[in-house]
């Protein structure tokens, strides 16, 4: 059995997105102590901006006249992809940056959506297991002042769940600038009680996927 684990983190200590995807990789692991964990860690190696430009160049122009930059595009598009549909579960991990999701996530997305098997249409994940992983700084909830202001989450449960046709589970903690944000101290309980749920669905998580897989496979 075979996870899947996406981090886009700038931050390698201290990452709250990593902690919880850490818990989910460790609870599935614990059902799966044979499987292997495939990773992709958008900071330690990022993609660059150029390589979807060129891919989808590759895509648009006959085969036999594309340049050596598109066709290593576009093989590196379709190993991404594979190594999505490859694995059994997902999980895909990420902060809330300015509001969405970071260039280097979004470049991933669209270098998987440059693959024939990701473009509307087919159903490349056909309900395999994905826990969304978000850690925001603020807080998002309703009533809140910034209620609405996410939209990393809403546009990933659109891939993943909607378009790629993944199972999804969005594990979120927030408020987790209110350690460091003195303005935010009075929020430090809240964010404590955040971050605790978000572990705690994060393991339970983790075993639910990892026993869907195995149900899956029996
Ligand atoms: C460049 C940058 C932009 C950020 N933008 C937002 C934002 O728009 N909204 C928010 O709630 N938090 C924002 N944050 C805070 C992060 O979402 C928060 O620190 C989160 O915990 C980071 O994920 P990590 O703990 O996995 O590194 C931002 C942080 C950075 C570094």
């Not at 009533?143 to 790629?164: I, K, S, V």
């Given at each position: 059995m075979t996870l899947f684990r996406l981090d886009a983190s700038i931050?390698?200590?201290?990452s709250v997105s990593r902690e919880v995807a850490d818990t989910v990789q460790q609870s599935w692991a614990e059902r799966h102590p044979d499987g292997a964990v495939v990773r992709r860690d958008l900071t330690a190696s990022p993609i660059s901006a150029e390589t979807w430009t060129q891919a989808l160049g590759g895509k648009m122009t006959p085969e036999d006249q594309r340049t050596p930059e598109q066709r290593a595009a576009l093989a590196f598009a379709a190993s991404l992809a594979d190594e999505v549909i490859a694995a059994d579960a997902a999980v895909i991990a990420t902060p809330l940056y300015n509001y969405g999701i970071s260039q280097h996530l979004k470049v991933w997305i669209d270098l998987l959506c440059v693959d024939e098997r990701f473009v509307?249409?087919?159903?490349?994940?056909?309900?395999k297991p994905v826990t969304l992983v978000i850690a925001r700084g603020g807080g998002y909830g309703?009533?809140?002042?910034?209620?609405?202001?996410?939209?990393a989450t809403p546009y990933l449960q659109q891939m993943f769940?909607?378009?790629?046709?993944g199972n999804l589970t969005v594990v979120a903690a927030e408020l987790t600038l209110a350690d460091v944000n003195p303005q935010m101290a009075d929020l430090r309980g809240l964010a404590a009680e955040s971050k605790a749920k978000a572990l705690e669905l994060a393991a339970e998580t983790g075993k639910a996927h990892a026993e869907l897989v195995a149900s899956r496979a029996a």
């Amino acid at each position: 059995m075979t996870l899947f684990r996406l981090d886009a983190s700038i931050r390698q200590e201290g990452s709250v997105s990593r902690e919880v995807a850490d818990t989910v990789q460790q609870s599935w692991a614990e059902r799966h102590p044979d499987g292997a964990v495939v990773r992709r860690d958008l900071t330690a190696s990022p993609i660059s901006a150029e390589t979807w430009t060129q891919a989808l160049g590759g895509k648009m122009t006959p085969e036999d006249q594309r340049t050596p930059e598109q066709r290593a595009a576009l093989a590196f598009a379709a190993s991404l992809a594979d190594e999505v549909i490859a694995a059994d579960a997902a999980v895909i991990a990420t902060p809330l940056y300015n509001y969405g999701i970071s260039q280097h996530l979004k470049v991933w997305i669209d270098l998987l959506c440059v693959d024939e098997r990701f473009v509307p249409g087919p159903n490349p994940l056909d309900g395999k297991p994905v826990t969304l992983v978000i850690a925001r700084g603020g807080g998002y909830g309703p009533g809140t002042p910034r209620e609405g202001w996410d939209h990393a989450t809403p546009y990933l449960q659109q891939m993943f769940g909607d378009n790629f046709g993944g199972n999804l589970t969005v594990v979120a903690a927030e408020l987790t600038l209110a350690d460091v944000n003195p303005q935010m101290a009075d929020l430090r309980g809240l964010a404590a009680e955040s971050k605790a749920k978000a572990l705690e669905l994060a393991a339970e998580t983790g075993k639910a996927h990892a026993e869907l897989v195995a149900s899956r496979a029996a």
